[in-house]
Nanobody, 127 residues
Framework: QVQLVESGGGLVQAGGSLRLSCAAS????????MGWFRQAPGKEREFVAS????????YYAATVKGRFTISRDNAKNTVYLQMNSLKPEDTALYYC????????????????????WGQGTQVTVSS
């Protein structure tokens, strides 16, 4: 099992930046694919970005591509989400997720792919 704890959320003005971190417990972090999802009030939880176990493969939602960057440091058991050019519509509770599945074509954008979830960190972007 793996436990996930997000941090780095906060209040920022439109156009600003934040970096979210997700610290994972356990000694097998490097075997997990990782993802970031977000949920705004009254909306479904949606995919933001993912990174495979080695860090060599990333995937982004169209709404954040070019503005957000996902990365990981397996030595620190941590995955990051660098968010630039933030918009008010990026306001949401951001969740980190982990999956122990690894195969070609894995649907990294689907919630059911991930077995482990953090509690979330709030990001609020003011206009």
């Amino acid at each position: 099992q793996v436990q996930l704890v997000e941090s780095g959320g906060g209040l920022v003005q439109a156009g600003g930046s934040l970096r979210l971190s997700c610290a994972a417990s356990g000694r097998t972090f490097s075997r997990y694919g990782m993802g970031w999802f977000r949920q705004a009030p009254g909306k479904e939880r949606e995919f933001v970005a993912s990174i495979n176990s080695s860090g060599g493969g990333t995937y982004y939602a169209a709404t954040v591509k070019g503005r957000f960057t996902i990365s990981r440091d397996n030595a620190k058991n941590t995955v990051y989400l660098q968010m630039n050019s933030l918009k008010p519509e990026d306001t949401a509770l951001y969740y980190c997720a982990a999956t122990d599945e690894d195969y070609i074509g894995i649907p990294v954008y689907t919630r059911n792919t991930y077995q482990y979830w953090g509690q979330g960190t709030q990001v609020t972007v003011s206009s």
